[in-house]
């Protein structure tokens, strides 16, 4: 048996080095750096939560060269942020897949905090599943998390299966105690709108809503199944709602086909590739139901 | 039992893997030698120390040499009769591979956990030690110590100790390479 321990060793010991060949330290805080992985050509990922300023950026790279970095963008949504480097300094990363993950799976977390070697962390996956939105309110393509322990700088690191497949980013402020990784497909993703406009446009109404139940009678009347919605408390001005004439007292049931009774699944609907998009808004007015074409906008971006 | 296991490495060091008793707390020390015990300098205060055999025997020590700024120390222990371990080289290890640690974490005897080496050499800035104490070579592991592992070996998947257990900070295991042991010997030999 110590001859196959020593080979799972080996294997784990090579994961980390060729993973590592892609995996630089971020400077763009106070004290201790995070880590970042080179994810395209020129093009470095980290987490939002680790860019604390958006000038003054450098990355170390494994050889220990110290460079300057540039921001391309964030999005505290999926708390992610992108940097620019010079172009043909290192290896990309190589994806691995997530979608295959079941809890039980053995994985590494690896980091890099100054021109030092490569740091590591093992341990196993503990829950996995399908979309989900984080407290940040980005939409996450997979529930990624593990036992393995996130110490200081290892955020915005990958997260590597034994074969040296980049599973994603690890970011330590998305859920405690245990480890929450954002998957390649959620980084793919925010990492094109963010190279194309710089940010990540998220979907629009300009209308408040709370839930609401539809009593029998409005149910009978209106001849519908659906026993909740959501009720349009305000409309912003100008905004896609009100242009479509959504109106104050409207119970929206459905979006898009999707019924709709809390507000989080609207947001959802709006998140990824709405933007310019018409949605069909099924809702009760006046105890009728109606529908209503609504072309949706882009949620206006607020100040940080 | 299938798959890969640590029980041979261990099994090894275990041999080797002595209590020490002071003043009511636990530390945990190994064999370097013929009646000699490496084991952390926090762990014994000046005077005599208590070691405790694998077999329940007691032997009372001496402390011969000890580094406070390094945290290492050697103990004389006449009569001791336990396999001396054996020691790899701390700057030939490779981040990721396997390690595990033998001691008596909160006074459970003879316990072993297990982890990967997680870096060799000083920590970043932000972790939660004094400067002096940072700036040292430590032998970093992703696993898992708890008071009573001080003095106590971390070894490879064979069995070869690589560093002496020494503190925890942020939840990473640190231990001074094992060189350092063969470093205070010759800076006393002159």
């Not at chain 1, 196993?124 to 939409?139: P, V, Y």
């Not at chain 2, 406070?68 to 990721?96: E, N």
């Not at chain 2, 990967?116 to 992703?142: C, K």
């Amino acid at each position: 048996m110590p001859a196959s321990l020593s080979s799972f060793s080996d294997q784990l010991a090579d994961a980390v080095t060729r993973a590592a060949g892609a995996v630089v330290s971020v400077h763009a805080r106070p004290r201790l750096p995070s880590s970042g992985v080179h994810w395209r050509d020129g093009v470095v990922v980290t987490t939002d939560g680790t860019v604390r300023r958006d000038q003054d950026l450098s990355v170390t790279l494994p050889d220990g060269r110290r460079i300057p970095a540039q921001l391309a963008g964030r999005d505290p949504g999926t708390d992610l942020a992108v940097l620019r480097i010079a172009t043909g300094e290192l290896p990309v990363a190589t994806p691995g897949d997530p979608a295959g993950l079941r809890p039980g799976h053995l994985v590494l977390a690896i980091g890099r905090t100054g021109d030092g070697g490569p740091r590591a962390a093992f341990g196993a996956i503990s829950a996995t599943g399908g979309k989900w939105r984080c407290w940040k309110g980005g939409e996450i393509d997979l529930w990624i998390q593990s036992d393995l322990t996130i110490y200081p700088g290892l955020g915005g690191g990958p997260l590597i299966s034994p074969d040296a497949g980049v599973l994603g980013i690890n970011s330590g402020g998305l859920s405690r105690p245990l480890a929450t990784t954002i998957p390649v497909a959620t980084v793919e993703r925010v990492l094109d709108q963010i190279l194309a406009k710089g940010y990540v446009a998220r979907g629009w109404l300009g209308a408040a809503m709370q839930p609401v139940r539809i009593s029998d009678t409005t149910r009978a009347r209106a001849a519908m199944t659906r026993d909740g919605g959501l009720v349009i408390l305000s409309v912003e001005p100008d905004a896609p709602a009100a242009l479509a004439g959504l109106m104050v007292g409207d119970v929206i049931v459905a979006i898009d086909g999707h019924p709709v009774q809390q507000s989080d699944q609207v947001l959802t609907l709006l998140a990824g590739d709405t933007v310019g998009r018409t949605l069909v808004v099924e809702l009760i007015r006046g105890g009728k139901p109606e529908r209503v074409e609504v072309l949706v906008g882009e949620r206006p971006r607020t100040r940080r | 039992m299938t798959g890969p296991a640590f029980s041979a490495g261990v099994r090894g060091v275990m041999d080797s893997v002595v209590e020490l008793i002071i003043a009511g707390t636990v530390g945990s020390g190994f064999v370097w030698g013929p009646d000699v015990v490496v084991t952390s300098a926090h762990v014994v205060p000046q005077g005599p120390v208590m070691v405790r055999l694998p077999n329940g025997q007691e032997r009372s020590a001496r402390v011969r040499l000890a580094d406070r700024d390094r945290d290492i120390a050697l103990l004389d222990v006449p009569s001791l009769g336990l396999p001396a371990v054996r020691s790899g080289d701390p700057t030939a290890l490779r981040i990721g591979q396997t390690l595990f640690a033998v001691g008596h974490p909160l006074g459970v005897r003879y316990a072993m956990s297990s982890g990967i080496l997680h870096a060799v050499g000083p920590l970043p800035d932000g972790y939660p030690l004094p400067p002096h104490a940072r700036r040292l070579t430590w032998v970093q592991a992703d696993l898992r110590l708890a008071p009573g592992n001080s003095g106590g070996p971390i070894a490879d998947a064979r069995g070869r100790v690589v560093g002496v257990s020494t503190m925890i900070a942020a939840g990473l295991a640190l231990a001074v390479p094992i060189t350092a042991v063969d470093a205070l010997l010759r800076s006393r030999a002159a």
